[in-house]
């Protein structure tokens, strides 16, 4: 079903903010493991999973994955009907030229399009080795004007994704778009059906989040409702086992990666050092279930959990990612036994958590006779 769940999903479209049809599959799928499934006003699903009865005031853990992807918003129809295009989230400007696009209208029609680019014929030496910028690159849908654009569906404001298949290439790595981070949806997805019905001591909650993309805080709703002690998130990191990979060593099909450091590439402000307990009780685990695993340092990787670790008292967090090449095109690549690592890791470490566990650096206090 990982593979299932991780081709339907990766067909999806939907930008941040635009996440409806993911929101209903993921909603559908999870009711059939669950009866406490909700979406809140801007998109997040939860799926709740109690703790058994007899525990009193149990503790509570986030799971969570986002479900947009990265892509584009038509800011401007000239009159000759070509579109011309704002990046959401990062789009990478370099591989959009000669690009398959989708057109998705308010109407959630959908309209086949490419990403024009300037014949090799005419273009100067200088053009052919140089970038071009996102003001001046359009998508081109057949349309002869502005009118006959319009009269199609298409308006400014609506966006546009890849259009890309679902590629299963040699040795279990499989290939699309928005494997970021369609891939942890269907990780949360198959952790639902392996925690349905299972006598649980933590609450779990699963959480596919919006927004990632474009501000990396859409699940922070979720977290500040749920109010958890533990927060794992669930994603992809950059794959360095390319010709051009050299900064770390993970690699596909290495194992689900664990963060140690995350931040963004221009500086510090905006990054993860995990709780370091949960990471060993992490390690640990895989080590036990022969689990294979890395240890990802990222940098130019930003996560929520940058965001929501100073919550409340403050949340133990994790990250677990998954490999992925050619990160933010339309041929995002990953390797199944990462993914079936992680789901196994997660299913884990959430069936096995008791009364007795903590992790983070909280002190309680203690009467003194």
């Not at 990062?90 to 399009?113: C, Q």
């Not at 996102?134 to 849908?141: A, M, P, S």
């Not at 290939?175 to 019905?197: E, F, I, P």
């Amino acid at each position: 079903m990982l593979k299932e769940y991780l081709k339907e999903l990766s067909l999806l479209d939907g930008i941040s903010s635009r996440e409806e049809e993911i929101i209903d599959y993921m909603y559908e799928k999870f009711k059939h493991n669950s009866k406490n499934v909700t979406v809140d006003r801007i998109g997040n699903i939860t799926c709740k999973f109690d703790a058994k009865p007899s525990i009193q005031n149990p503790k509570k853990v986030v799971l969570f994955a986002h479900m947009d992807e990265v892509g584009m918003m038509i800011r401007k129809i000239d009159e000759h009907g070509f579109l011309f295009i704002e990046r959401v989230g990062g789009t990478y400007t370099k591989t959009l030229p000669g690009t398959r696009v989708k057109v998705v209208t308010s109407e959630n029609k959908k309209i086949d399009g490419v990403v024009g680019v300037k014949s090799y014929h005419f273009a100067s030496q200088k053009e052919r080795e140089t970038l071009s910028d996102i003001q001046e690159l359009y998508i081109d849908i057949g349309a002869t004007s502005f009118d006959n654009a319009t009269d199609i569906g298409v308006h400014v404001g609506d966006y546009a994704v890849y259009s890309s298949e679902f590629v299963e290439l040699n040795n279990a790595i499989v290939s699309g778009k928005a494997m970021d981070d369609r891939v942890g949806c269907a990780v949360l997805l198959d952790l639902a059906d392996k925690l349905k019905n299972k006598a649980l001591e933590w609450e779990v909650y699963l959480v596919a989040c919006v927004q990632e993309e474009f501000n990396i805080r859409g699940v922070l709703p979720a977290i500040k409702r749920i109010s958890p002690q533990v927060s794992i998130g669930i994603d992809i990191t950059i794959s360095c086992d390319t010709p051009e990979g050299q900064y770390n060593d993970i690699k596909l099909g290495g194992g689900v990666a664990l963060t140690y450091m995350n931040y963004h590439g221009k500086g510090t402000l905006a990054g993860v050092l995990p709780d370091i307990k949960l990471v060993r009780h992490l390690e640990n685990i895989c080590t036990e279930h022969g689990l294979e695993f890395q240890r990802e340092i990222a940098r130019g990787v930003i996560t929520e959990n940058a965001f929501l670790i100073f919550e409340g008292e403050g949340i133990s967090v994790a990250n677990v990612s998954i490999p992925a090449r050619n990160v933010h095109t339309s041929i995002e690549a990953i390797h199944m036994k990462d993914v079936e690592a992680t789901s196994d890791l997660l299913y884990q470490f959430t069936n096995k958590l008791n009364m007795t566990m903590d992790f983070g650096k909280i002190k309680e206090e203690q009467d003194v006779d």
